[in-house]
T-cell receptor, first 111, second 112 residues
Framework: NAGVTQTPKFQVLKTGQSMTLQCAQDMNHNSMYWYRQDPGMGLRLIYYSASEGTTDKGEVPNGYNVSRLNKREFSLRLESAAPSQTSVYFC??????????FGDGTRLSIL | RKEVEQDPGPFNVPEGATVAFNCTYSNSASQSFFWYRQDCRKEPKLLMSVYSSGNEDGRFTAQLNRASQYISLLIRDSKLSDSATYLCAVNRPTSGTYKYIFGTGTRLKVLA
């Protein structure tokens, strides 16, 4: 059982480039989440999708877009990457009031 | 003030010691509670859920105090491998769904 799978695991971009981070879960979860975590800081919610077909902003949505492609997949897009978006990105999923389960992260550096 | 707060630490304890962390929450509508462990630059992993009656998993005990609005995690007989950051998470209903809020974590270093 793979759980939550994120791709890629590492990526280096130049300022202004675009890219999409992929997340897929095989636990039949309704809700999916994207977080970023910077050194020495807690998790900050970027966007979430409470159910297939819906997406909502979290606390730090600027510079990002998301797509809930289907129940399994939730992608995060950086349209024009900036050095301030250098971070570790985590995807998570869950159902209802159950705990979230995380993917192993994407480490993104923007030069 | 943040809705969920933790002492960032670090808590430096010798091997074999007992250590406890608290996590306070401000919204009394909060319904369910969890502890996660996060190793450096890795994903948070669910350690245990926190039940009203308290629960234990080996050397780990979680407690909930609704009156004072905090949860706690007790680690007995600390091991070097327990060194990590411990995050609490609080779940509360909002507008027909649930909001899941993490604390910023408490760092634990177990020393030989």
């Amino acid at each position: 059982n793979a759980g939550v799978t994120q791709t890629p695991k590492f990526q280096v971009l130049k300022t202004g480039q675009s890219m999409t981070l992929q997340c897929a879960q095989d636990m039949n979860h309704n809700s999916m989440y994207w977080y970023r975590q910077d050194p020495g800081m807690g998790l900050r919610l970027i966007y979430y999708s409470a159910s297939e077909g819906t997406t909502d902003k979290g606390e730090v949505p600027n510079g990002y877009n998301v797509s809930r492609l289907n129940k399994r997949e939730f992608s995060l897009r950086l349209e024009s990457a900036a050095p301030s978006q250098t971070s570790v990105y985590f995807c998570a999923s869950r159902n209802g009031d159950q705990p979230q389960h995380f993917g192993d992260g994407t480490r993104l550096s923007i030069l | 003030r943040k809705e969920v707060e933790q002492d960032p630490g670090p808590f430096n304890v010798p091997e074999g010691a007992t250590v406890a962390f608290n996590c306070t929450y401000s919204n009394s509508a909060s319904q369910s509670f969890f502890w996660y462990r996060q190793d450096c630059r890795k994903e948070p992993k669910l350690l245990m859920s926190v039940y009203s009656s308290g629960n234990e998993d080996g050397r780990f005990t979680a407690q909930l105090n609704r009156a004072s609005q905090y949860i706690s995690l007790l680690i007995r007989d600390s091991k070097l491998s327990d060194s990590a950051t411990y995050l609490c998470a609080v779940n509360r209903p909002t507008s027909g769904t649930y909001k899941y809020i993490f604390g910023t974590g408490t760092r634990l270093k177990v020393l030989a």
